[in-house]
């Protein structure tokens, strides 16, 4: 049964009633048990109540049920492969349980276009598939990141997602040019170009990338394509510290230009719980290191061309006393062996103990002081703490993580206050350092009250007023990414 | 003596005097002789009236001059170098006389942080100081375009800007990080944040990238930074017709990835023009060709490889059937002389007559299709035309040009209407192919009817929502971007 709020009883039985009508009653979910993976996260840390769950097919499906609710001012909730870290996909615990809008059954890939480097697709495709059906003409759709098996396309533009390409690629709004979108009202903006150039007003798709489904439902996307990378060559390197791997980047930068692909950095701690909790992960140098840096080069052809070029930079790195050790892949199997060590902190984390996962971004300059004065920051709350780190160095995003044994954890007096503290002892080092709270992950549940403590002023009126205008009944995904939007 | 409309005259000469004591009286020009370089566009198109022009020095002068205008109401345009295609940077013949606000002394780099590859400008700053500043740390900042020398890099970020390196870096907006920006009512919104990774919430900069100033005034910018490429490898050739150029496009794309940094196309009459009309430009290839590509890769080491690279791929081109001649530059010298044909397009067309520039994108798949059908909708027109066709093609924008000579021109019954019909002519093609009548030179006054005429209802209404948010008494630039903006 729905939970359903006494007085709107009848009219949300009605809704149910129309929803049934307009996609058929297989399409609409009103039991407890089968909206169970709908109302909770992946992680079982957010959980929430629904009116329902409705699977339109398509966009005018969409539009039908987006119309229903607003003309009963009932909330709707898009979600695509519940995979939020922060609690964005489900519903929140309190307030007016909404209408779940899955956006599962649309997961048609429309069109490839090779030539033009571009591919339409719904919301509901995953993003590994449209990764492999890019791969299969002989393109690449760059993003990728963790949850690529079951994250959908559509939470992924709604987030702006990341992942571990941005430093050459860009992040998902980097590659989206066109959209989709059933607005509040129910009305579908076709904005689906697949132009790499465009000025003609108010570029409204990028209202929606990252707005986390407040402005909108993302119904379809027209994704650029690139070249497909069929060459690449790794090295794991260990620096002496974070500083000389800032000057590593750089010289890999200069000397590699855009085949830099990748420039992922974590502590020995990091690497330790990978080893020690996830089979077949082994070290990747002899000897003790405090840092680690995966280095990867990709193009379309000349791979011993990178490889020497690795191993040029590599070399002068050493001999500048940057570098202590460092391998170059010699393999396709090497290297995989080596992605799949970068692959595995999140499970290893999850083994470990209770990581207060981070997710800030500073300048790349600043990654040495931001480790150092986040490092203070969580050591001044309890000097044992355990500090994991891991991040996207090229891009300046670190995720930084206090971790507790489990048992440790459970003894704490206050462990809500306790986190709440540690995080923001290390996003206040990052905002000291023109950084932000949340480079990929987004705000969902999570992030809005770092959003009202860290945003100016203008910046949240601004936002307040592009929701208002767009969504003036705040019936989109009310109580995300902007605090108290009808302010 | 500003020119004034008579019942606000009193007002009017207030505003004047508050401008004064806020700016100082050297700030603030009012006679016709002085405003002449401010109030009609670079090539003489386009002319307006403005109530006086101010030169705020300062982001708080600019905020100070925004609320003296709203207070009394009065119309605001911002100008930069006053160099747009589309009479965007000039007041309208017609309506209230705006406050010209000038952002020419707002012209401070910041701040440069190599390492993170970022710079910190003011507005005002030269597109061609911006890109000197980054070189001398060893980085590029890759807009590039006819008028650089003169163009503001306000206002290159109002207007998208796109111009020769988008097919490796992307327009303008992909290459900002931050802004500062002046609202309608004066507060200032400082984003100038220097992250490649933030997601907090709506992304407002998007907002008023290619806005045009009519959401409000930026004032700064973060910029983005890239590795600078020391090593460039470039040649000319003659693919047997548009189709064949797209297919030696896609062997590029394949053979080098990233760093393919240019392919320009033109047909023969362009290139005559050239010769003909411009000092020292040569035909680049003996004989006869009907269409020509200036195809440059650049990295920043492996001169010798990119040349091979360069040198493979047109011999496979060649044995294909594509491609009738080709020649690599052996030198600097060659290269840069190869380059100035492709900028001396303006110059040469200017001087040759009448040229009814458009700025289409299409698909670059489609881009044959849209050259073949946008001929035949011209020449249904008039069958004598001449067609001139410069683009990029790697971005599907392909300025496609009827040309006339100057007396018949002048003997056109209705030379405005038939602009207006051969514009059309050519816009529709690109229309019908899912291609835009603006890929880089923007709206301004030039493009509002197209506007009205192209963009769906529902576009347009989430345009004038966001319009009405941000600006809700149409003082920003009234009368650009959008049409009917309180409709």
Redesign the interface.
Known sequence: MPRLMGSALTAETGLIGRFRTLLGDDAVIVTAAEMEGFVEDFRGRYRGAALCVVHPSSTEQVAAVVRACAAQGVPMLAQGGNTSLCGGAVPAADGTPPVIISLARMRRIRRI?A????MEVEAGCVLETVQNAAAEV?RLYPVSLGAEGSCQIGGTLS??A?GTS???Y??T??NVLGLEVV?ADG?????L????????????K??F???EGT?GIVTAATLKLH?L?THHALAWFAPTDPQAA?QVL?LF???????LTAFELMNARQLQLVVEHVTDRRQPLEGAHDWHVLVELA????AA?MEA?LQTTLEQAVEAGLVEDAIVASSDRQRAALWDIRHSVTEANKKAGVGLTTDC??????VPAFIEQATQAVRALDPQIDVVIVG?M????IHFIPMYPFDVWRALADATATGAAMRRGVNDAAHAL??????????GQT?LP??AH???G??L???R??????DPRNLMNPGR??PDPLH
């Open positions: 276009d030539a033009n480097g571009s002989g987030t702006n990341g941005v430093l050459r860009g992040n709004r980097e607005m009305t579908i903006w076709n904005g170009r697949a132009l790499r150039k465009d000025n003609t007003g108010i570029d409204l990028q209202l990338i990252g707005a402005l070249p990378p800032r750089g930068q200069a000397n590699c230009g855009a085949r193009d379309t052809q000349g061309d070029a971004a500073v300048p790349v300059s600043a996207h090229g891009d300046g995003n023109g950084g932000t709270f949340s480079a990929e992950h987004g705000i992030g770092e959003m860290y945003k100016s203008a910046e009126s601004i936002m007023a592009v929701k208002a205008a767009l990414l902007i």
